[in-house]
């Protein structure tokens, strides 16, 4: 909008050195660019559908009494914040580096924070387009969101999945107690990614589904090995065993009956405790030795 007085003879509008406007006379080839007002008091132009490219000086020049004026204004473009590239949803190892991308543009330039979205609430993580994980842990996977935050406008925001495989740990295992006739149950839970198959076993034989009175059953993180009737011969020790492209780990559960001496503790705690017995055991043969 450009301010003139009834003394005017001349006024134009110029886009740096283009000229739009010549009094009503169009010189731009531009549709967006029309005349708004060309009064004694008044010659504006409009813009419509402005983008970034239209950001510059634009000037109006008077001709009053052979005398030339101008008066200059600078448009600047604010545009919203805009996600442009974004790193695909990832599968990873554990221990593994990862490097999570998130580009955006805008006017003024956005702000791009990376948070965790994990159980425990949303954690900051990151301000910077590239999020980079080393050593990543089972507990660092889940959902990655990215925000482009430029107050024109709502934020911008996108999500990156990140699942990291690791390998099994049975995390619940415990012996059981069943009396002749009756059904037994031992559970063994195992945490994985992916899902761990299961296996069990007595001694050093296969147990199959099916067969002499068992079922197994395996859904998730749980399997169950079913005796509909315990007899005598089923009593004892069975491993479990669960596996994955990762790695494999079991667990020794023991069926008893009534009366028998056993340990009702966790199979997994019992595994931990043995292994440090041993290590204590080793280190007081080296210091004797």
């Given amino acids: 909008r450009c301010t003139v007085d009834d003394r005017v003879t001349r006024v134009a509008w110029l886009n740096r050195s283009t000229i739009l406007y010549a009094g009503n006379d169009k010189w731009s080839i531009d549709n967006r660019v029309v005349i708004l007002s060309n009064t004694k008091t008044q010659y504006s132009i409009k813009i ?71 159980g425990k609430g949303q954690g900051f993580v990151s301000e910077d387009e590239y999020l980079e994980i080393t050593g990543i842990t089972r507990e660092q996977s889940g959902e990655y969101e990215c925000s482009a935050v430029n107050d024109v406008a709502v934020p911008d925001v996108r999500k990156v999945k990140v699942t990291v495989n690791y390998p099994p740990y049975i995390s619940n295992a415990k012996n059981t107690g069943a009396s002749v006739g009756q059904k037994g149950i031992l559970q063994c839970e195992a945490s994985a990614v992916p899902v761990a198959e299961f296996q069990w ?45 990762l790695g494999n780990t ?12 056993h340990d009702g503790g966790n199979a997994a705690s019992r595994a931990a405790a043995g292994l440090c017995l041993w290590a204590t055991l080793l280190a007081r043969l080296l210091l004797d030795f």
């Fill in 48 to 118: 419509h559908n402005v983008d970034v490219y239209d950001e510059g000086p634009y000037t109006c020049s008077v001709q009053t009494d052979n005398h030339p004026k101008t008066s200059r204004v600078h448009l600047i473009v604010q545009v919203p914040p805009q996600i442009v590239n974004i790193s695909s949803d990832i599968t990873v190892n554990e221990g593994s580096s990862v490097t999570l991308m998130c580009l955006a543009f805008g006017r003024p330039e956005p702000t791009v924070t990376w948070r965790h979205l994990s």
């Fill in 201 to 245: 076993f007595k001694e050093d034989t296969r147990l199959a589904n099916g067969l002499e009175g068992v079922r197994i059953e395996s859904k998730g993180r749980l399997s169950t090995l079913t005796f509909f009737n315990v007899s005598e011969k089923d009593y004892g020790n069975y491993t479990c065993v669960a596996t994955n492209k």
């Fill in 250 to 261: 079991n667990a020794s559960i023991i069926l008893y009956g009534p009366g028998a001496v």
